[in-house]
């Protein structure tokens, strides 16, 4: 059975840092991208950050260039989300998903077959 289990959500203030982790077991994620996303309050859930588990290329929404951070650790099998200059804005819950290499689109949620349960992140002004 395939896990996603993030970790690290919580209330912070503008201008400070949070460190979510994702840990994932169930599988052997080697062709598949982890991608975080985020959703507030009556949005839709929006693409954050991804990364392949095989090689280091990453990729970043334009608002958070900069700012976060996507990592991996292979051998622990986590892929982590450094958040540093919190906004108020950036104030969601925030999900860790897998999709397969072969689908491209992965800014797109709908590629993704694997999602954790999310984990909140709060940035009070």
């Known amino acids: 059975q395939v896990r996603l289990v993030e970790s690290g959500g919580g209330l912070v203030a503008a201008g400070g840092s949070l460190r979510l982790s994702c840990a994932a077991s169930g599988r052997t994620f080697s062709s598949y991208r982890m991608g975080w996303f985020r959703q507030a309050p009556g949005k839709e859930r929006e693409f954050v950050a991804a990364i392949r588990w095989s090689g280091d290329s990453t990729y970043y929404a334009d608002f958070v260039k900069g700012r976060f951070t996507i990592s991996k650790d292979n051998a622990e099998n986590t892929v982590t989300l450094q958040m540093n200059s919190l906004k108020p804005e950036d104030t969601a819950v925030y999900y860790c998903?897998?999709?397969?290499?072969?689908?491209?689109?992965?800014?797109?949620?709908?590629?993704?077959?694997?999602w954790g349960q999310g984990t909140q992140v709060t940035v009070s002004s």
């Open positions: 998903a897998a999709a397969h290499v072969t689908r491209i689109s992965f800014t797109y949620s709908g590629v993704y077959d694997y």
